[in-house]
């Protein structure tokens, strides 16, 4: 064991399952916090707290004395912009209120962001995007929860750190960000009906330039930089280190599942997807898959809302490299690697 003891906020998504793994592998004792079961060993302290509910995170983060790490990965999504900063600021001012004051030998704080920081959500933003760009306007949550962070650590010897990714990539069952489950089960279903891999975007997005972050690299750029002295108090662009055009990797992705691409036909996937539960019920038995169910595997919903984004997104990995973190991955073996990882599962056939 290393004594490093890790307490992981939203530990049910795909970052903070995966970082759970990571640390466990390396020896660290992890605690995670999630309303619901995560997908993970008996080797994990699961804490099933309501971080919305400040007297429920206050009475469930108990005997949390010997963390030495905190990793806030937590995410809600809300129905407005204005309710989404809302219910994440609530969220994390009521983990650290809860968890904090009860630590006696914590050393770092991580606080995972993204890209909406520069406003990529809003529309065309400065590319690539650097960590000292401003923030956009109207500000995202996480300028809020960086203030609570920064108020936390007044007075206190604790380090703290955030990583930046974008269009993070892996495997977790009901993850609300995750562009590699939504593929491969459209792959999947367009393979059953016969028809070719249309890119269900816009044409403007086919053509504008993006970029992707392996769930892998991100973890361990996390792991990075809440042990490394050299990034104490610093934010980090995560991202593979490389950019495409949908254009280009469309027609690769297509022959990954042994598919014919077919060009673009703009089309909503959360409609696209209501009439087809029976179908996925039908090729989980035709091919002995795990049961999971159509609309939590996937999400639809995000999924629409990247492939409608027509201007570019891409960040500069340039500081991270130079502090320390020069790990990079080429996105297209990624997304093989990711597929075969799916299939191994028995998720896809």
Partial sequence: MTGKVALIAGVGGMCGSNMAQLLHG????????????????????????????????????????????????????????????????????????????????????????????????????????????????????????????????????????????????????????????????????????????????????YDALTFTTDVGLLNRAMLWASTDPRAANQAFNIGNGDAFRWNFMWERVAGMFGMQAGGVKTMKLAEFMKDKAGLWADLQKRHGLVATDLFRLAPWTYADTVFSRSWDNAISTVKANRFGFTEMMDSEAMMRRVFAAFRERRVIP
């Fill in 26 to 205: 390396k020896g660290w004792k992890v605690i995670g916090v999630s309303r619901g079961t995560p997908e993970l060993g008996p080797w994990l302290r699961h804490v099933p707290a309501d971080l919305l509910d400040a007297g429920d995170a206050k009475a469930k983060l108990t005997d949390v004395e010997d963390v030495t790490h905190v990793f806030y990965t937590a995410l809600l999504n809300g129905r407005t912009p204005g309710e989404e900063n809302e219910l994440n600021t609530r969220l994390c001012a009521n983990f650290l209120d809860a968890a904090l004051p009860r630590i006696g030998k914590l050393e770092h704080v991580h606080v995972l962001e993204g890209v909406k920081q520069y406003g990529y959500h809003l529309g065309p933003y400065r590319t690539p995007a650097r960590e000292d760009d401003p923030a956009c306007v109207p500000a995202y949550f996480y300028e809020a929860q960086h203030a609570l962070v920064l108020k936390a650590q007044r007075g206190q010897s604790w380090t703290w750190s955030t990583a930046r990714p974008g269009a993070v990539c892996g495997y977790a069952n009901g993850a609300r960000i995750n562009l590699m489950t939504v593929i491969a089960v459209y792959a999947t279903i367009m393979k059953a009906l016969g028809e070719p891999l249309v890119f269900p975007g816009t044409q403007a997005t």
